[in-house]
């Protein structure tokens, strides 16, 4: 877990997590080049428009469906070596992501990144996007997700996936799902989000009215 050296808000201040991948930060063209670098390594065929539409699971579950399970652990290797290289300067902001984290803060918020992504390469997407948070913990998935913000006393959690649903009920947070990822508005809903937003160009006018009441 990283906690950046950045002004920190009292610890009754409002908290708010947030997902990175297709939530905060556009990594599609970033994985999809490690993707093709890994098989154009292995010699192992990779669709990777396939893969950057199922973005969000533990990498090994993505590299299950291109390579026995025997060689998965090495192959996960072999991608996290690549991945500071080539995907990380391949990355860039979703849209309205740093209106979002300049909502929270309007109302001396802090903001909490818990991703997928392992923690080393979670910490180097952060520093190269110049997001200014207060903690990143990476490396959990899904309901996983609950006892980090539970521990950073996050009251809402926003993410694409439906995952992030699961992470958010875990943590007894506000679930906001954005339909910037694998699942649209419906899917999100029906999933049992408490709101759904079409990006984060909306987030900003729903976090003034959350942090009013909270």
Known sequence: MLDLDLPKSPDSAL???FDLDLTLADTRAGIAAVYAALAAESGVPIDTDLVVRRIGPPL???LAYWFPAGEVPAMAARY???YADIAVPATVLMPGALAALDAVRAGS???IVVSGKNQADTERTVRYLGLE??????????ADKGAALREHGAGAYIGDHTGDVDAARAASAVAVGVA????DSAALTAYGADVVLPDLLAFPGWMRAFAATA
């Open 180 to 183: 910037t990822g694998a699942f």
């Open 80 to 82: 996290r070596a690549m």
């Open 109 to 111: 918020g802090r903001v």
């Open 15 to 17: 908290a708010v997590g």
């Open 133 to 142: 948070v207060d903690v990143v913990v990476g490396g959990l998935f899904g």
């Open 60 to 62: 090994e579950e993505e």
